[in-house]
């Protein structure tokens, strides 16, 4: 009998040669109809392996992030297949088809030309594979066996592909039916698991990623497990596009993309009114949560930046200058500037914690290729702080520095979820200080009742973090806020302070930023607002619009009190008619419209129309200057 360990830390025995779906079958009949893979030992692996005694076994679902990069594996082999079907007798060669975030895709190398029709008849092709639901069948194979067989396939890449693999590897192989691929795995059970796909799109991609190679198609798609889930996305691509910050940004007149700066964004007047107005909100939270706002240099030399270690581990990313015969780099981050800001007097445990905040330009040296609007961009300023405590102040800080996201998330109307990320390969430190700080953010989430996941190896080159991921209008997420908690950085640079028993000890630092990038916390908004922003944030809060030139002079005296009384507001002077002024102020999502005409001049009322609503109503102008500034003082949401 083989024993092995569940996730709750019981164990079972199984029968000796029996398989993971033997094992989850004889637990529940229900959860092996939903089970996509194993994890056994950390490792994801299909269901048809044999039970290894002794082993530590998980079973993983589409809601678990392996059990779906399974289906997906699973989905990119069955239109590979298809592929086949369809053009097998016109020399396809098959490269690679991995599962990606959120969907899949695979490399083929054809002379023809694919068209969105043709991804239509290649869906076709792959619904067939599914209801036929093929077994996926793992082999193992000799490495001469492998080569021999794919050369008379005439599968150059996965003789490349093979060749390149060490010696001594296990080269497996996965059978569905009339096809076979080089594949590691894992996959699910069958076709069959495969029910609610789409093909997405058909790009070009260089072998490898390297332009001397030959340049393949790429088919992507996504997978689901439920026909209802894939509509639901669908859909949410949908909008995701129409909200595409880019275009927004352009249609809105917010920030440009100039081919003389790539990856270095510029600001227009209205980008600049958003800018500010998040800065504003900013500082105004972080005085009142006890922080001291600092500025630090752009450019430091070689020497500081070996200290904190940016040099070793972080190089590449970063730009350099030469003054004075002397290296010098430009702060890919601005936490070494802090650090010497608080090294630059003693300090008295009764200053701590000692919070300073920085708004702070940074650049870091990104690929041309993965710049993305002001998602991804080569300067950026992050709002930034730097903490410094005693070893006994790390979880009220942390619970402390939690408060404050919530906070500014439920601002802008956002939730958010948490993960906790741990040491990576490339970093600094002993195992005993990096599982203290590990240890020291878990039990400040698990005290406080916050969810949160493990994320392994993805914390900084200095300490683990947690992350956190905030979701947006339409169901996305994108990872914001930070807590880093830094023991490490004290340690290089002798950061001390003096205790109350009147010596010098070591304190703990945190590093943290709540938008994370005030440019792509921009581009997050104008998409999860449409472009709509909240009166409070809008570029142009109120646009007054005459009927006619008759009432031009009422309309800039309203203009004048609104001013005055600090809206920013516009008068529509041009010699158009109403409606098209109406619509004009719709597409530019400005948040209130004043109509004004004879009826509006002689009362001494505006018609006032909200953006996104259908309805109208005529209030006195006092009456509309106390709604907006209400509106705008309680940050309210559209």
């Known amino acids: ?333 601005n936490c070494p500037g802090g650090i010497l800001v608080y090294k630059s007097q003693p300090h008295s445990y009764r200053e701590l914690p000692l919070r300073l905040g920085e708004l702070g330009l940074v650049h870091r040296h990104e690929l041309s290729g993965a710049l993305h609007g002001l998602f991804r961009v080569r300067n950026f300023t992050q709002d930034d702080a730097h903490i410094f405590m005693t070893p006994d102040q790390i979880e009220k800080e942390i619970q402390k520095t939690i408060d404050l996201f919530d906070e500014v998330y439920s601002t802008f109307g956002l939730t958010y979820t948490a993960e906790l990320s741990t040491r990576p390969e490339d970093s600094m430190g002993s195992d005993e200080i990096w599982e203290t700080a590990t240890d020291a953010l878990r039990r400040a989430m698990e005290n406080r009742g916050l969810k949160f996941i493990i994320n392994e190896g993805d914390g900084a080159f200095y300490g683990p973090k947690i992350d956190f991921h905030i979701r947006d209008s339409i169901g996305r997420t994108w990872q914001c806020g930070t807590i880093q908690l830094d023991m490490l950085m004290p340690e290089k640079f002798d950061l001390t302070y003096v205790g109350e028993d009147g010596q010098k000890h070591r304190p703990v630092m945190i590093h943290r ?48 009190k609104l001013f005055a009384a600090g809206i920013r507001v516009e008068v529509d002077a041009r010699n158009e008619k109403i409606g098209y002024k109406i619509r004009e102020a719709q597409v530019k999502k400005v948040p209130y419209s004043l109509v004004v005409g004879q009826q509006e001049a002689e009362s001494g009322t505006v018609n006032v129309r909200r953006y996104g609503h259908m309805d109208s109503a005529s209030v006195s102008v006092d009456e509309f200057l106390a709604q907006i500034k209400e509106a705008i003082a309680n940050k309210e949401q559209n």
Not at 90 to 98: H, R, T
Not at 515 to 542: D, K, T
Request: aromatic share 10%.
């Open 1 to 333: 009998m083989a024993e092995i360990i569940l996730k709750d830390g019981s164990q079972r025995q199984i029968a000796d040669g029996s398989t993971y779906l033997d094992l989850v079958k004889s637990l529940s009949n229900s959860l092996a109809k939903k089970v996509l893979a194993a994890k056994v030992d950390g490792v994801t692996t299909d269901l048809m392996a044999v039970v290894k005694d002794g082993a530590k076994v998980d079973f993983l679902t589409f809601e678990d992030a392996d059990g779906r990069w399974a289906l997906r594996h699973t989905a990119s082999h069955v239109l590979a297949q298809a592929i086949k079907h369809l053009y097998g007798d016109q020399g396809v060669q098959l490269a690679i088809g991995p599962a990606i975030e959120n969907g899949f895709y695979y490399d083929i190398d054809m002379e023809k030309r694919l068209t969105d029709a043709d991804l239509r008849d290649i869906e076709k092709e792959m619904e067939k594979i599914v209801k036929q639901n093929i077994p996926l069948v793992r082999k193992e194979v000799s490495r001469d066996e492998a080569i021999k067989m794919f050369e008379e396939k005439g599968e150059g890449y996965k003789v490349q592909l093979i060749k390149d693999l060490p010696e001594d590897a296990t080269i497996s192989l996965y059978e569905q039916g009339d096809f076979v691929d080089l594949c590691a795995g894992p996959h699910v059970l069958s076709t069959g698991k495969v029910k609610a796909f789409k093909l997405q799109s058909v790009a070009g991609a260089y072998w490898r990623g390297n332009s001397d190679n030959a340049m393949l198609q790429r088919i992507y798609g996504t997978a689901f497990e439920k026909k209802e889930d894939l509509a639901d996305y669908l859909h949410m691509l949908e909008e995701a596009a129409k909200r595409d910050h880019r275009r927004l940004g352009r249609e809105l007149d917010l920030f440009s993309l100039q081919d003389e700066g790539p990856g270095f964004p510029f600001f227009h007047p209205n980008g600049m009114v958003i800018r500010n107005e998040l800065i504003s909100y900013w500082r105004e939270v972080h005085r009142r949560f006890g922080y001291q706002e600092i500025k630090t240099p752009m450019i430091m030399n070689r020497r500081l930046w070996e200290q904190s270690g940016h040099w070793d581990h972080y190089k590449e990313n970063m730009y350099f200058t030469v003054i004075d015969n002397e290296d010098y780099a430009i702060k890919p981050m």
């Open 513 to 560: 930023v709540v938008y994370g990038s005030i440019e792509r916390f921009i581009g997050i908004l104008i998409e999860n607002y449409a472009g709509a922003f909240p009166v409070w944030m809008a570029p142009v809060q109120a646009k007054i619009l005459p009927i006619t030139d008759k009432f031009l002079d009422y309309a800039y005296e309203i203009k004048e």
